[in-house]
Nanobody
Framework: QVQLEESGGGLVQAGDSLRLACAAS????????MGWFRQAPGKEREFLAALRWDMRLYGESTQGRFTISRDDAKNTLYLQMNSLQPEDTAIYYC???????????????WGQGTQVTVSS
């Protein structure tokens, strides 16, 4: 099974930046599409970004503020988030799949999530 563990969430002020990390098993990181979703209170789960090697897919909600990347040596996926706003407050999930997609159903493997709270 695929093991995913998010970290890096916390409380920040509007306008700040934050980098989330996802530690993945060696097998999943090497062979799977990796990505990020988020879910705010009372909102639908929202696709943010995904990548595999040099192929990347972004959701429209990122608006150029979010960047997905990885560190091959550490088997770690990152999400750099800039110019954070209170509307970005959500639980952020690391996901893995065998193919690219924008739907939550495209990603069978999920981490437990990390909370990001942006104060105004």
């Amino acid at each position: 099974q695929v093991q995913l563990e998010e970290s890096g969430g916390g409380l920040v002020q509007a306008g700040d930046s934050l980098r989330l990390a996802c530690a993945a098993s060696e097998t999943s990181f090497a062979n799977y599409v990796m990505g990020w979703f988020r879910q705010a209170p009372g909102k639908e789960r929202e696709f943010l970004a995904a990548l595999r090697w040099d192929m990347r897919l972004y959701g429209e909600s990122t608006q150029g503020r979010f960047t997905i990347s990885r560190d091959d040596a550490k088997n770690t996926l990152y999400l750099q988030m800039n110019s954070l706003q209170p509307e970005d407050t959500a639980i952020y999930y690391c996901v893995a799949s065998q193919r690219f997609g924008r739907s939550r159903d495209d990603y069978p493997f999920w981490g437990q999530g990390t909370q990001v709270t942006v104060s105004s």
